[in-house]
């Protein structure tokens, strides 16, 4: 037996911070190291962080990676670590990994294919190394290989996938498998989405098993950067079968996950596929030989696997609340935060923001200990980081009430119950004085009396509006972060007042819709993730219909009497947006997906929302940062494209009343 120790890590980085992405990494090669791994697989990018923005074509960004990567040299005696940075080579950039054997760097492996969909934009600063040939590269006076490099390693023959490679049609996993590679490490910056833990389990397991090799995945880890989170799975599989699966969601900066791998039995399985069909001598050129010889070890069984709370039924829910609180802390403890600030409005979105941040203490005490939390948190000033649960709680979030004639002694209960229930500090403001005051200043200056018969719209707003000056004030007093409450089904059609519910400086929901969030506060009052509890406190918020409560209270306003059903919504919107269907291709299929409603109302109901759609872009362009969680992200920034100003679907519309009038 041919035995190696490897190890996969997550690392919590962030772009730019040199010394602290160095002292991950250094921590991250020092704890494997003590785990006996031997090879180390760090994620794309780690030198620099991977959302470093056009800041990637600064050379003297670049510059400080080529010296953050020498410095790392002397901590690599006795192991093989792959380090990834950006380089510049013959007058374009490429996205890197730096192979280090026992201190002496091996060479540069060249990005294939870069990630240009959805959320990613890597081709705006990276070029694609789309050449057979193997270049040179000198630093410091001395010249090193780049290219798609093939290294051997004490008769260990190893290669690179580097994220998107191993996603794309044409990847490089083919060659390598030829060349009869035995590793293939896939350093990556892959973000966390609903579900795709499992798509990235078959990925490594398949790829493992085609190819016949051991396939180690690393991945970053938090809220790197301020929008995407990152998950942190780290995998190793060998022949199809996965050895070892790391800790997702972590609040760790460093997760090692580690597997034994023997070389000669992934040979013996490599050679039994009839799929596999060597080229002898055909890679010679592209490989490179390392003076290196991995120490020898006795077998023995490594424990790595995935959480209990991955194999619950609530997986969905699960994941939405370890991926939103991690965000919420990492964006707390990065930004140098002293708290969180909520307009608590007794309704369902607001108290989904408030639970998160509880969960987010919930989870980080759970995991790092009082001790590990004070050392993240060291930074606070007026809550003191050691404090149990109900200080810590009582002092990095406030909840504030406020209450107009319109406000109903329903919402003002459940948002008091539900702070106390947390342990908020929560205050409560009446800005009813505030709000007649506006009415009363416009009134005196147009010359007549506003009324709700004239003037719907502006006298909800201006309750909206009235509440952002004050809660503002309050989130600078206590040099805070004001969260806003809006949810992506009132982002889609624009059901929000600007600079009113939407102030903020993180919109922590905007990313999942309204259907799930009311779902998932019935879970966290009734189930709960793994490990957490629950919020029976909720129960007051979950018996209401969500409603914005700026009409008068006769009015018995109800946000879906103003829009329409939030599950129909919410299925028009990811027929319409994700999937770009056209109104008559909706219409028709929801003819068949809602057999209940009268085909007039559907007619309706789509054109109000297109036509919502189209007016609101500006809105969504203006909304806070927002976290995103799924493909179906309205985010004009990240993942959504849209025109500001545009036709609005005007013939589009005109052909569905057609349609639906001759059928």
Request: hydrophobic letters at 40%; one cysteine or more; a negative charge.
């Amino acid at each position: 037996m041919k035995l190696i120790q490897i190890a996969a890590v997550a690392l919590n980085q962030t772009p730019l911070d040199w010394s602290g992405n160095a002292a991950r990494i250094r921590q991250a090669i020092e704890a494997a190291r003590n785990e006996g791994a031997s090879l180390i697989c760090l994620p794309e990018l780690c030198l620099t962080g991977y959302n470093c923005e056009d800041t990637f074509f600064s050379i003297d960004v670049q510059q400080r990676a080529l010296s953050a990567l020498l410095e790392l040299l002397p901590l690599t005696k006795g192991t093989v670590v792959s380090v990834g940075l950006p380089l510049m080579y013959g007058g374009a950039l490429y996205n890197c990994a730096c192979l280090i054997a026992d201190g002496q760097i091996l060479g540069f492996v060249a990005k294939n294919h870069l990630a240009g969909d959805g959320i990613h934009y890597e081709p705006r600063w990276f070029k694609a190394w789309d050449s057979t040939c193997v270049g040179e590269i000198t630093i410091q006076g001395q010249a090193y290989p780049i290219g798609n490099l093939i290294f051997e390693v004490d008769g260990v023959r190893l290669g690179f996938e580097i994220c998107e490679d191993a996603w794309a049609a044409r990847r490089p996993g083919r060659e390598l498998s030829q060349a009869a590679v035995d590793l293939i490490l896939n350093p990556s910056a892959s973000h966390f989405a609903f579900g795709k833990q499992e798509i990235r389990r078959r990925l490594v397991q398949e790829s493992s098993r085609a190819y016949g090799v051991t396939y180690v995945y690393s991945n970053l880890l938090g809220n790197e950067a301020g929008r995407i989170i990152y998950d942190g799975a780290t995998l190793i599989a060998s022949n199809g079968s996965l050895l070892a699966e790391g800790q997702r969601l972590s609040f760790q900066d460093v997760s090692v996950t580690s597997a034994i791998v023997d070389i000669d039995l992934t040979r013996m399985n490599r050679a039994r596929l009839a799929s596999f069909q060597p080229r002898p001598g055909a890679f010679r050129e592209t490989t490179i030989t390392a003076d290196y010889q991995f120490p020898e070890i006795p077998f023995r069984t490594l424990h790595c696997q995935a959480a209990d709370w991955e194999r619950s039924d609530s997986i969905k829910e699960e994941e939405f609340t370890r991926a939103v609180a991690l965000a919420l802390f990492d964006y707390l403890r990065k930004s140098r935060s002293q708290g969180f600030v909520i307009s608590l409005s007794g309704g369902a979105d607001s108290a989904a923001a408030a639970v998160l941040v509880w969960a987010m203490l919930k989870l980080g005490l759970s995991e790092l200990g009082s001790e590990g939390l004070s050392q993240k948190l060291a930074y606070l000033t007026g809550t003191k980081p050691k404090s149990g649960f109900a200080e810590l709680i009582n002092g990095l979030l406030t909840c504030v009430y406020q209450s107009t004639r319109n406000s109903s002694e329903t919402t003002a209960s459940a948002a008091a119950g539900l702070a106390e229930g947390i342990g908020a500090d929560f205050l409560n403001l009446d800005v009813d004085a505030i709000t007649q005051a506006y009415v009363d200043l416009v009134s005196k200056a147009i010359g007549r009396e506003l009324s709700w018969e004239t003037d719907d719209i502006p006298l909800q707003n201006i309750q909206a509006r009235s509440r952002a000056p004050g809660v503002w004030m309050i989130t600078n007093l206590r040099n805070a972060l004001l969260l806003s409450t809006s949810n992506r089904s009132e982002a889609a059609v624009g059901y929000t007042t600007m600079d009113g519910d939407t102030c903020g400086g993180l919109s922590p929901i905007s990313g999942i819709d309204k259907a799930f969030l009311r779902s998932w506060l019935r879970w966290m009052e009734t189930v709960g993730p793994l490990q957490v509890g629950t919020v029976p406190e909720l129960n007051l918020i979950n018996q209401q219909e969500p409603t914005a409560e700026l009409r008068p209270q006769e009015a018995e306003q109800k946000d879906e009497q103003d829009l329409m059903p939030y599950e129909l919504l919410d299925w028009v919107e990811r027929a319409a947006i994700r999937d770009k269907r056209s109104p008559v291709e909706l219409y028709r299929l929801a003819l068949v997906e809602f057999p209940a409603e009268e085909p007039a109302q559907l007619v309706a109901w789509i054109e109000r929302f297109f036509r919502l759609w189209s007016r609101n872009q500006w809105k969504r362009e203006r909304y806070a940062p927002s976290f995103h969680l799924d493909d179906e992200n309205l985010d004009p920034k990240t993942w959504c494209r849209f025109p500001i100003l545009s036709g609005g679907f005007e013939e589009e519309l005109a052909e569905l009343r057609r349609v639906a009038e001759a059928q």
